[in-house]
């Protein structure tokens, strides 16, 4: 039988769970409210993310079509479609050219400035960050009779301030419905430390010397 002081034993321990379980969900609920301020297709990039190499798959925005103001980054692309960048054709308005968009916010203690860009493709690219072209991967155009499709072994050095925010805008051609290893048939964006890229890449050139 218990006592007056085992009582209170158990209900002090029951209420000192309860404040701990309100205290957890302050907290989740700060978050929660922090990451409203971040779209989901805004991607942090910390230290972690540069050593293991952080591929960017779904969450682009997309608008089928060419024109150059889309690289601006002040450009408002909020009524853009989401999708997966791996998948090709972009929805029934894809008439084999459009421009793709995702942000990367850099966290302040990102060592590095210059990181890698590896760009895995079924078609052709122009890469532009922040409204400058960085890369041209191929040949992009919407005609079959002139594109030039090309899924490039290096990577693409660009430089990301730590602590800003970057725009990565892709303007994309698929004019021959290709598909390359691993059934990709639209384009795959990793980033990661610059100096693995460059050996993985260099690691068959090696063996032929």
Do not use: C
Not at 54 to 80: E, H, M, N, Q, T
Not at 113 to 120: K, M, N, Q, S, Y
């Amino acid at each position: 039988m218990r006592g007056p002081l085992s009582t209170f034993r158990v209900r002090g321990s029951a209420l000192h769970l309860v404040t701990l379980l309100l205290v957890f969900a302050s907290f989740q609920l700060a978050a929660a409210s922090t990451n409203e301020n971040v779209s989901l297709e805004t991607v942090r990039l910390t230290i972690e993310d540069l050593e293991r190499g952080l591929v960017l798959r779904d969450g682009w925005r997309f608008r089928a079509g060419d024109d150059p103001v889309w690289a601006d980054p002040s450009y408002d692309d909020r009524s853009w479609s989401r999708v997966d960048s791996r998948g090709g054709r972009f929805g029934p308005d894809w008439q084999g050219i459009g421009w793709l968009r995702r942000r990367l916010v850099v966290d302040p203690a990102f060592p590095e400035t210059v990181v890698g860009l590896r760009v895995r493709q079924a078609g052709a690219s122009e890469l532009y960050l922040d409204g400058h072209l960085v890369a041209k991967l191929g040949q992009v155009s919407a005609d079959p009779r002139r594109e030039q499709a090309w899924d490039p072994e290096f990577p693409v050095a660009v430089a990301l301030e730590p602590g800003g925010e970057h725009l990565l805008a892709v303007r994309f051609s698929l004019a021959h419905e290709h598909e390359i290893a691993g059934g990709l048939r639209g384009l795959e964006v990793t980033l990661g430390r610059l100096d693995r890229m460059l050996k993985k890449a260099t690691r068959g050139l090696r063996n032929l010397v």
